[in-house]
T-cell receptor, first 112, second 115 residues
Framework: QKEVEQDPGPLSVPEGAIVSLNCTYS??????FMWYRQYSRKGPELLMY????GNKEDGRFTAQVDKSSKYISLFIRDSQPSDSATYLC????????????FGKGTLLTVNP | DTEVTQTPKHLVMGMTNKKSLKCEQH?????MYWYKQKAKKPPELMFVYSYEKLSINESVPSRFSPECPNSSLLNLHLHALQPEDSALYLC??????????????FGQGTRLTVV
């Protein structure tokens, strides 16, 4: 079993839809959780990071962490064609200062 | 300025060539990273520098040689690469204050093709 599982998609939605992206993990040592957005042929861009279980909101984006279920989510409200990208979840062990463990990434297309 | 700048953006090199990738940041970050990303795969960590000292080497072949000349610059020297080394090479940086570094900023990458 991989440490971090993420459905690679592809996921295609109409403009204005609510998008739900998810990752599960197996190692309870993961303490910090991040979502990156990566446009084609570009570097990953940090969208959000969370530590505690619960929700964190930033504009149209909401990150959700459920440590008891080892499950994290990213919700995008009012999705736009400019949101079309690959979304990567990433995690760090509490004991490791540097090493990000990434999910495979989900390719999202928002159709106008 | 939250930018990590990588040069060149694209590089084609032969298997006998020597080339270098460069990365620069002016955010005062003291941790700098090299990642390798193959198509449709997540980034894979190669090296981490902390305060200009090599902290992590993820068992990377010696044909890849990192260098951190100062706190703002990170280089990756390439020699005798193989075609399977073709990938997007990403540089990243983060604060390094002894606490978990959650906010790693990535550059746009160098797309390397080995012929």
């Amino acid at each position: 079993q991989k440490e971090v599982e993420q459905d690679p998609g592809p996921l295609s939605v109409p403009e204005g839809a609510i998008v739900s992206l998810n990752c599960t993990y197996s190692n309870s040592a993961f303490q910090y959780f991040m979502w990156y957005r990566q446009y084609s042929r570009k570097g990953p861009e940090l969208l959000m990071y969370t530590y505690s279980s619960g929700n964190k909101e930033d504009g149209r984006f909401t990150a959700q962490v459920d440590k008891s279920s080892k499950y994290i989510s990213l919700f995008i409200r009012d999705s736009q064609p400019s949101d079309s990208a690959t979304y990567l979840c990433a995690m760090i062990h509490g004991g490791s200062n540097y090493k990000l463990t990434f999910g495979k990434g989900t390719l999202l297309t928002v159709n106008p | 300025d939250t930018e990590v700048t990588q040069t060149p953006k694209h590089l084609v090199m032969g298997m006998t060539n020597k080339k270098s990738l460069k990365c620069e940041q002016h955010m005062g970050h003291r941790a700098m990273y090299w990642y390798k990303q193959k198509a449709k795969k997540p980034p894979e960590l190669m090296f981490v520098y902390s305060y200009e000292k090599l902290s992590i080497n993820e068992s990377v072949p010696s044909r890849f040689s990192p260098e951190c000349p100062n706190s703002s610059l990170l280089n990756l020297h390439l020699h005798a690469l193989q075609p399977e080394d073709s990938a997007l090479y990403l540089c990243a940086s983060s604060q390094d204050n002894g606490v978990v570094n959650t906010e790693a900023f990535f550059g746009q990458g160098t797309r390397l093709t080995v012929v």
